[in-house]
Structures are given as C-alpha cells and as structure tokens.
C-alpha cells in the first residue's frame, strides 16, 4: 500500500512509514472527531449553559503544537462566537501565573494536550484550580491515560476524548495538531454541528485529491536544490505558518530550518532570506478581502527573480497567480463561512512535503530525534513550586 505516493516497504526501510500514514488518515479521524462531538452535544450544552459567558474569561493553554492549535482557534471564537479568549502558553504561565489566573471573572481553563502528561501543562492545571476564584476547565487532550484526565478531572470538567488514533507513534505533531483544532470548533459551534459534518465530508475527498492528484507535485517540490523554509500567512494562518516552521524542525531534526511570517509584514526586510535558495510557502487565506494581501506578497515575491522557489497554497482565485507551483483547493461554501477550517487541508500539504523533502535527507521522519535529545514528552522539566521559593531563607 502507497502513503502520500510512496511504497510502504520503502517508507519502512526508511524509517518514515508511521509519519506518512498518520498524515493520510488524518480526515477519516477528523470525521471520528465530529461524529463523537454530536453524540455528545448534550453534555457540551448542559456545561456550556452553566457558564456566563458575558462574565467568563476563556484561557487556552498548552505548549508546542498545542499551543500553536489554540492560537489557531483564538481568533474564531473571539471574532465568530464573540467570546472573551486569550492564549497563555503553559510554558510562560508556571512562571507567574499570578499575571494570567487572578481575576474577578469566572474562568474556563482550556488544556490543550498530546500526552496530557507534560510536567508543565499538569502544573498549569493545578495553579489554575488553585488561584481561579469560580473555575470551569475543558480537556483537549489526545490520550485519555494522563496525568491531567485521570488526576484533575472534576464535576466541572468538559472532557471528550479525542479517538485513539490521535496520539500517533511517529514523533511529530500531526494528527495531534489539527484534531485539537477541529474538536475546540465543533464543541464551542456546536450548534453548527451540521457545517462540520458537511466539511469532514467534503475534506476526505479534497485530501484524496491533494495525496493522489497533488502528490507528484510535492514529490518535484522536495526534490528542488533547498536549504531552508520560510512560511508566511494572515491571521490565524500565520499561526500555520509557525507550525510549518516547527515542523520543518523537528522532521528533519534540524537539518532543514525554518521560519515565519505574516503576509503583509513579509516585505518589512523578512523577505531577504529568499537571496537565499529555499522554499517560500504561502498561505492564501480563504477569504476574498484577505486573500488580497496574501496574493499581492506572493506575487511580489514570485516576480522579484530571487533565489528562493515560491509555493502557494489556496483556493480558487480570480487573479493571476505568478508561481508555477500552487496547489489550488475546491471551493467550499463552509470554509468560506469559517476560514479557520481551511488551515486543516493546509496542513496536510505542508506536513506531506516535509516528510519528503525529511526523507530526501536521509532522515528518519518517524523519530528524526533521540529520547534523549527530545523526547515526545518532554518530561525533563522540573517543576519548581513559588510557594517552596518563598519560604526559602
């Protein structure tokens, strides 16, 4: 059997069979995704209802990838579901959580997770239980054996596993990236439920497209003489960006460099790096007012006669495109509606060129890194309590 167009006995040999595989299945988990959010709207109803909103501070909170998927959700319930959300990083809240967990209003601590077990999300939990005057909390979380569901679950807790198949063996984030991103949507929208079961749909069969049709061209895109990655989009596609550029790191274990932009600041200086032969991938935000911006810089860049090859990911445009290298995406009327959905497909074809351009390196895509170097839980971090601090002499 093939994965993102390649043999699995060579992708075995290679040390990349779980990476493509984890990347191809991610819409059948996107569909498992919806269909137990809707078995279980009314439990998400009956907690949601406790909560007033209009009094209600939302925090997002996870580290890496975790955190990058809740700052992709942050602009669509604030701006489409008109509520009060703000993004901490677990990272930076053990280290003064007095500056992001007192407060008059009433709390809805969002967790964000892989293993759910990470030293400094299970800390962020606990200071938040512990410092939040009137505390809800909701788990988005890929396995349901962590420290966090298993040990900080309460009768106020929002908790919907997350299928099995979420938390893959291969090292980095996919999967465990964009089903966070899809569950947060649904259970927030979900009296929408009916445009996300549309939209599961409809991403099955544009990723057929983009790993049967769009493969070959990802293939010659790997191939081409590189050294780095730069990614660059609007909004919440600036937050793909840097998850692009994270994911160009950890596949390739550092070998193959990445950074990130947003579209309009690209011409601020950024785009100087392209005086240098890389891969600059666009992201078109599917929306015809942005897309303006977003199409002007790529074309900006595509005109400019640098060194760098230009890449452009979108949906169809009435405008002139100036690269020869765009992966052009079916319209849908859902992901017009909510834009944020399109960062999904667009994950997919950035995930499936880093796992060709790893390979081409001689990288073994499904655990580029050691245990010991940098495990998938980062369990090395310790964990220093304020309260031991100041009782020291």
């Known amino acids: 059997m ?6 699995e006995d060579l992708l075995r040999n290679k040390g990349g069979f779980y990476a493509a595989m984890e990347i191809e299945r991610q819409p059948l988990l996107w569909k498992q995704v919806i269909e137990d ?16 909103f209009k009094n209600t501070e939302i925090i997002l909170c996870g580290a890496g990838s975790s955190a990058l998927a809740a700052s992709v959700v942050e602009n669509t319930l604030r701006n489409k579901l008109t509520l009060d959300v703000k993004v901490v990083k677990s990272t930076e809240l053990i280290l003064q959580p007095e500056s992001y ?6 709390v809805l601590f969002v967790s964000y997770g892989s293993s759910g077990s990470t030293p400094e999300s299970v800390e962020a939990v606990r200071l938040a239980q512990k410092l939040c005057r009137d505390y809800y909390q909701m788990f988005v979380l890929c396995s349901s054996n962590g420290i966090i569901p298993n040990q900080y679950k309460n009768d106020r807790t929002l908790y919907i596993p997350l299928p099995p198949n979420t938390k893959g063996n291969s090292f980095a984030a996919t999967a465990e990236f964009t089903c966070l991103i899809l569950q947060t949507l649904a259970i927030f929208d979900y009296k929408n439920i009916e445009d ?8 099955e069969k544009e990723a057929c497209d983009i790993f049967g049709n769009k493969i070959e061209m990802i293939k010659e895109i790997s191939m081409l003489d590189t050294i780095a990655m730069t990614t660059v989009g609007s909004l919440e596609y600036e937050v793909l960006s840097a998850e692009s550029a994270l994911k160009a790191v950890e596949m390739t274990s550092g070998l193959f460099l990445s950074n990130n932009n947003s579209s309009i600041e690209y011409r601020h200086g950024p785009k100087l790096i392209m005086n240098s032969p890389i891969l600059c991938l666009h992201y078109i935000y599917p929306d015809q007012f942005i897309s303006k911006y977003d199409i002007d810089m ?14 452009g990911i979108g ?5 002139k495109i100036e690269t020869s290298y765009f992966f052009e995406l079916s319209e849908n009327d859902i992901v017009y ?8 497909l667009y994950a997919l074809v950035m995930q499936a060129l880093l796992v060709h351009i790893s390979l081409k390196l001689g990288i073994k895509v499904d655990w580029p890194s050691t245990d010991e170097q940098v ?3 980062a369990n090395r971090v310790i964990i220093y309590g304020k309260e031991e601090l100041n009782g020291e002499n």
């Open 2 to 7: 093939d994965y993102l167009g390649l043999d």
């Open 37 to 52: 959010v809707e078995k279980n709207i009314s439990s998400i109803e009956k907690f949601l209802e406790k909560i007033d």
């Open 101 to 106: 967990l007192k407060t008059d209003k009433t």
């Open 196 to 203: 996300y079961k549309k939209f599961v749909d409809y991403a």
């Open 298 to 311: 790529m074309n900006e860049v595509a005109t400019d006669h640098l060194k760098g090859t230009v890449i």
């Open 315 to 319: 949906f169809k445009q009435e405008r």
């Open 337 to 344: 509606k909510k834009p944020v959905l399109g960062t999904l």
């Open 375 to 377: 495990p998938k839980v």
